[in-house]
């Protein structure tokens, strides 16, 4: 684990005080796992937004993202449907997840305290947007989705 004379310091307040709050599972993880405050079942295509029982108070110049669990998306199609959740250095709310079955059959439920997402904390920057007339020539260009190959549609597939 980082030592926690070097590790951000960010307040967090717990609404729930039979939760654990974010926690990281091994040394060197960037994500936090953040639990459920409530029992609750997702059925196949069904999203709900879940309480995590977590407020807190990023310094200035952090931001929080809310990003799904790997496992649970591989294992059980489970995703966060704005990924990554943005959480402002200036919101003080619960944090709460989004959540999305996408497995076409099968629905999943979870208890109290299960971990369903995980929060990464990072530095943001500000940027002073400039109005010009034109933009500096680039190799890509306007180039956008798909510009560089690397795509070739499957029989029957459409874009």
Do not use: C, W
Request: hydrophobic content about 40%; overall charge negative.
């Amino acid at each position: 684990m980082l030592d926690t004379a070097e590790a951000l310091s960010v307040q967090i307040k717990m609404l729930d005080d039979g939760l654990e709050p974010p926690s990281y599972a091994h040394p060197g993880d960037a994500g936090a796992d953040l639990r459920t405050r409530i029992d609750f079942e997702l059925q196949p295509g069904e999203r709900a937004l879940i309480p995590t029982g977590v407020s807190l108070a990023l310094p200035a110049g952090y931001a929080a993202f809310v990003h799904p669990r790997s496992g649970l998306a591989a294992k059980h199609g489970i995703t966060v449907v704005n990924s990554p959740g943005t959480v402002d250095a200036g919101y003080r709310g619960e944090i709460a997840v989004t959540l999305l079955n996408t497995d076409p059959a099968a629905s999943l439920s979870f208890r109290r305290g299960d971990r369903i997402a995980q929060l990464v904390i990072q530095k943001v920057e500000h940027a002073a947007f400039v109005t010009v007339q034109e933009l500096p020539d680039s190799v890509r260009g306007a180039g956008g989705f798909g510009s560089t190959g690397g795509f070739t549609p499957s029989a029957g597939a459409t874009r």
